[in-house]
């Protein structure tokens, strides 16, 4: 299904091109078994911070810490999964680590994670909640397409907060729209161009599966995603699972 693209200006909706989402077909020759939910959602209100919201990050951070140590943390299945991806296309998992392990082990050391901005707040909560991967673009800041390929080595990436252009290696995996990379080792660093702030008001957010996290999982969760944007951001969402069935769709 195509869905038209959105820019909220002060007195209208301005339509513009569709833009795509896709997965190349090299990423399922070495995954076949990913699922990527992809939440779309359209003139959300992301100012301010709910008081509720940051609740909910607090008790899911005094869960993990009952429930996890970061000493076995590497062995939970939805964990470990991410550590040998990491190792099929040559990032180190005990250096690079994928976002959630990130953010469980910034957890376990005691570090509350802090306010960015609501639909911030909102997807590291799904993705402490559920041990998954999940991040985000603002839409408005991407150049063209957004594609998850592999790396050739010679994309240029500016970090999250930096102005310093790099590359990623030749077979990272990695997001990128059709200028740069906007996320480098799959889900390890984002990049500042289209990070989202107080001023975002669309967004694309991925969800991403990999066994054990099924496809009937990551419709679940992304569920549960998008009733948490509406309840604090408002705006209107649409759900899509990306995988080796269905790799391609129109925002």
């Known amino acids: 299904m195509d869905v ?25 020759e070495k995954y076949p078994d990913l699922n990527i939910g992809i939440v779309i959602a359209r003139g959300i209100d992301n100012t301010e911070a709910s008081s509720e919201m940051i609740e909910l990050l607090r008790n899911e951070e005094k869960r993990i810490k009952q429930e996890f140590n970061s000493e076995i943390l590497s062995d939970q299945p939805k964990i470990k999964i991410w550590r040998e991806t990491y190792s099929s296309f040559g990032a180190k998992p005990k250096k690079y680590r994928c976002s959630v392990e990130n953010l469980y082990r910034m957890i376990l050391e005691g570090i509350e994670l ?87 008001k669309n967004a694309t957010i991925v969800v991403e599966g990999l066994p054990p996290t099924t496809q009937e999982h990551i419709r679940d969760i992304t569920n549960e995603l998008v009733e948490l944007i509406k309840k604090y951001c408002g705006g209107e969402t649409q759900i899509f699972i990306l995988n080796k069935e269905n790799s391609s769709i129109e925002i």
């Open 4 to 28: 038209l693209r959105y820019v909220y200006k002060r007195n209208s909706i301005a339509i513009i091109d569709f833009m795509k989402f896709t997965i190349d077909n090299k990423i399922f």
């Open 114 to 200: 802090k306010h960015i901005n609501k639909i911030v707040d909102i997807y590291n909560y799904i993705s402490i909640r559920h041990t998954v991967p999940v991040g985000g673009d603002d839409v408005d800041k991407v150049e063209g397409d957004i594609r998850l390929k592999i790396a050739n080595g010679t994309e240029p990436f500016i970090e999250l907060n930096s102005e310093e252009t790099k590359t990623p290696k030749p077979g990272e995996v990695v997001y990128v729209d059709d200028k740069e990379v906007l996320c480098r080792r799959w889900n390890w660093r984002e990049c500042d161009k289209s990070k989202m702030t107080e001023r975002t």
